[in-house]
């Protein structure tokens, strides 16, 4: 449940971005791509909140996402780093196509759909390929990479240096295993961590 200051309880316990980032680690590992990313889109908020306390949660959200694009391409696709928008092309009813940035797709079509409804839309799929981009029947493939990326986002936030993960909680880049909890709030250290090894 969320509090009017933008706090999340369960129960009587204040769910910390911590709690969100390794249920959706949990998640992940089960293979249950959808709950992982409903924990992703909270922790995002959360941050966004710290990074940008005077924007609503439209503004925070999507700006906290394109202030990290070039991060977050390059964990999802390698040497890929995307700096400018990402852009789908989306058909309209009278025929004209309109285009939606990624930001605007991460928050529209996938967080407000899994936070309000409790599922993704049918315009958004998600792919174990490394790959972004759309179907020929119109929807967003969005790469489990992608997923890591957005988790990884959130770790490396300055706002969130003081959260911690249960003992154990690692990722594995190329053959290097590292310690998540030894990166929060160092996004430049996982950027070039990743850098150097995904290549």
């Known amino acids: 449940m969320r509090n009017t200051d933008g706090r999340y309880f369960v129960g009587n316990k204040v769910m910390a971005i911590q709690d969100r980032v390794k249920e959706a680690i949990d998640k992940l590992s089960m293979n249950d791509p959808i709950n992982a990313l409903i924990q992703i889109c909270i922790a995002i908020d959360a941050t966004g909140k710290k990074e940008y306390p005077k924007e609503d949660t439209s ?50 079509l996938v967080r407000c759909s899994l936070v309000h409804e409790g599922d993704l839309p049918n315009e958004v799929e998600i792919t174990p390929k490394p790959q972004i981009g759309m179907t020929v029947d119109g929807k ?5 990479k ?14 969130n240096k003081s959260q911690r993960l249960p003992p154990g909680y690692k990722a594995s880049i190329d053959d290097v295993t590292v310690d998540l909890n030894e990166f929060w709030g160092q996004r430049e250290r996982i950027y070039n961590l990743v850098k150097k090894h995904n290549v």
């Open 146 to 159: 992608m997923l890591w990326a957005l988790i990884l986002a959130v770790i490396g936030s300055p706002d």
């Open 59 to 108: 503004v925070r959200c999507k700006n906290f996402l394109a202030e990290n694009r070039g991060f977050i391409s390059r964990v999802s696709f390698g040497k890929l780093v995307i700096r400018g928008p990402i852009l789908f092309p989306f058909k309209l009813q009278n025929g004209t196509t309109k285009h939606k940035t990624l930001e605007e797709v991460l928050y529209h």
């Open 140 to 144: 967003v493939l969005i790469p489990i």
